[in-house]
C-alpha cells in the first residue's frame, strides 16, 4: 500500500471515529488494520493530517452510511487487484450496506457485481470488539433477512425484502448499517411435479395453508430422488424463446365457450386476454375454459395440458373458493395456483407472475402432455402493485413499464419448435364496450396479445353466460388449423351477417325516435339478430362431445344460411337444432356420419349443404304444421 494511501485511510478512520453509529463501529472494525500500516514519521503526519480535518458536518443516517461504504470501496482497491491472482480471494461477495429501510424497499450502496434479480443477504450491523469473531468466520453468520434486486441506479441499488416463513419480524429488524453480500445472481424455487401438482403455492414455492389437494396424505409416495429442480425467477428480455425456437401455431385450443371457438378461435402459444369490469364473470369463465379443456382432453384420450393459476391481489376466501371449484370439477390434479393474496407484501404480489410463468414453463417440460398454459388473475392488480413499488422507491414513472414487464410475459408464450407449448390468458379490470371508452391500460393489453375479448358489465347482471356481446361487429376469423373448416365457412359468413344487422339496428332506432316505420326486410333482420344471441348463450360447464360438435357447427350454418329467416317467431334456436339433429339421426345416419367424421381442414361438399337444407326446409314446414294445426280446432280434431 502507497504512503499516500495509508495517510487517507488513517484520516478517514479518525473522522469516522468522532462520528456517531454506525461509522464508529465500522471504524473500530478496521481501525488496528488501518493505523498499524504507518510507523515512525508516516504515523506523526498521518496524526497531523487528521488533527487538520474540519469538524464533521451534521448529516442524515443515510450519509453517513454512504460514507462508510466509500471507505470500504476506497480499502478495497488493492485487494481487488490482488484478487485475480487468489481463486479464493476472487469467490468473496463484494458486500454492501443498508441506508435507509422503506415500506420493506431497502437501499442499499455497494453491491458492485449485483443484477435485476440477485438475490442478497442482510447480516446484522456487528456490535464493538466482535470484529475479529465476525471476520474470521463470517460466512457461518445466519443472514437477518434476504431481498431480491428490482432496481439498478448509478450508486445505490434498491432491493426488497423477503419475508421468510418462522420468521415474521427478521423483515421489520432491518435497517441502516447492516451488512449486505451477494448470495446468488437469480432467484430460484424448488419444484417438482409430485410437489405442485394440484397444490396451491407462494411465490417462493411454499406450500399455503389454505391448500385444497386430495393428495395430500400421509401414504402418498415419496418422490424420487433427482426429481426435484431448482426453477430460476425472471422477467427480464433473455427469458424471451427466440425466433428459431419458435414455430408456427397449428394445434387448436377449444376452450367449450361457443362464442369464442366459433369467432375468436385459439391455438396452443397464443396470447390471449379477458377484460371487462369488476364483478363481470372473468375469473368464472376462465375457470369454465381450464374444466372444459381437462374434460375435452380425458374424452380424446390424452393427457391433459397442464395449468398454472396465479391469483394476484385476491382474498384469501377466493383464492379458496378457487381451489373449491376445481377440485369439485376435477381439474385439480392438472392445476398449480400460485397465490399472492390482499395481504401478502407488496414484494410477493409482484413476483407472482413471474413465478406462475417460469413454473409452467417447468411444467411445459416436464408435463405427459408437453403443454401448459398460465393464468394471470389479474394484470390490473399487478400494475397497482408495479405503482407502489416505484412510489416506495421514488423512481421515475416511466421506470414502470420495465418494471411490470407484462410485455416480457407475453412475449414468453409460444408454440416452441421442438412441440413444447406455453399459451397464456391474461385477465384484467377495463371498462365494458357499452360505456364508450377504453383506458391506456386496456389499449395495452390488446397491443401485447394476440385477441382479446370484453365481457358486459350489464350482460352479467342479466346472467347472460357467457357475458360476450356476440352482436358487436367484428372483423374477419382465423380459420383452420384454428377451428374446422366447415365451422369457419358458416362462422364468416355468420359474421358479415351480424356486421350488416349492427348497421341495420342503428338505422331502425334512428327511424323510431324519428317516427318512422321500420321497413319488413330489416325487421326480419333485427329477428334473425335476436336468434343470433340466443344461440351463443350456454350454461356453465356445459358438455362438449363430437355430437355437441356437431350440433354446433349445424346451428352456425342454419343461422348463416337463408332458412333462418323462414323459421317461425317464437321458436327457440336451440330447440330446432335439436330438432334437425334428432331427423338426421332418424331419416339420413349416413349424412349424420359424414358430418361427424369429416375432415377438419376441409369444407362440406355442395352436396352435403344442399342436404342439410332440405331437412332445414323440412323441419320449418313441420313446424308450420304444427302450429297451424294447434291454431285450427278442426284440423287438430282429424
Known sequence: MTPSSALARA????????????????ANAVGG??????????????????????????????????????????????????????SVAAQLPITGVVMDVKNNIASISGLRRATIGSVVAISA????????ERDSDADAVQPLCRGIVLFLEKKVVQVALLSERGRPGAVRAVQSGMRVALESEQLEIAASVAKLAGRAVDPLGEPLDLVYSDSDSEDAAPEPAGSTERVPIAWGTKTVPGLLQRRPLSEPFATGILALDCFQPLAFGHRFALLG????????????????????SRAAGRAPPHFVYVSVGKSALRVQQTLDFLARAGALPHTTLVAADDRASLISQYLAPFAGCALAEFFMRRAPSRQSVVVYDDLASHTVVVESLVQTMKLPRISQLSLSAHEVLMERSAALADGHSLTTFALADAPDSSAGESTAFAQKMRAIVDD?????????????????????????????????????KHAAALRALVNRASLTKANADVSKTLGLEVEPEDLEELAVRDLVRQFFVQPPLAPTSAAADVARAVGVCFL??????????G????????????ALGEQAPELLHLLETHPRDQVWPPYVEDELAAVFAAEIATLRKTRQAARDPRRRGR
Open 11 to 26: 484520516a478517514l478512520l479518525q473522522t469516522l471515529a468522532r462520528r456517531p453509529a454506525p461509522l464508529a463501529a465500522l
Open 33 to 86: 488494520t488501518a493505523f498499524a500500516l504507518g510507523t515512525g514519521s508516516r504515523a506523526v503526519s498521518a496524526s497531523r493530517t487528521v488533527q487538520q480535518l474540519p469538524p464533521p458536518s451534521r448529516s442524515s443516517e443515510a450519509t453517513e452510511t454512504l460514507l462508510a461504504q466509500q471507505m470500504l470501496d476506497f480499502m478495497g482497491l488493492e485487494s481487488d487487484a490482488t484478487a485475480q491472482e487468489s
Open 125 to 132: 450491523a456487528p456490535r464493538d470488539g466482535d470484529t475479529d
Open 277 to 296: 369490469p369488476r364483478n363481470s364473470g372473468k375469473t368464472r369463465l376462465v375457470l369454465d375454459i381450464i374444466v372444459q379443456q381437462v374434460n375435452a
Open 452 to 488: 382479446a375479448v370484453t365481457l358486459e358489465g350489464p350482460l352479467a347482471l342479466q346472467r347472460v353466460y357467457p357475458p360476450v356481446d356476440v352482436l358487436r361487429p367484428g372483423g374477419s376469423i382465423r380459420g383452420p388449423p384454428f377451428q374446422a373448416a366447415a365451422l369457419w
Open 560 to 569: 348463416a344460411g337463408a332458412h333462418v329467416r323462414r323459421l317461425p317467431p
Open 571 to 582: 321458436v327457440a334456436i336451440w330447440d330446432f337444432v335439436h330438432a334437425v339433429m334428432r
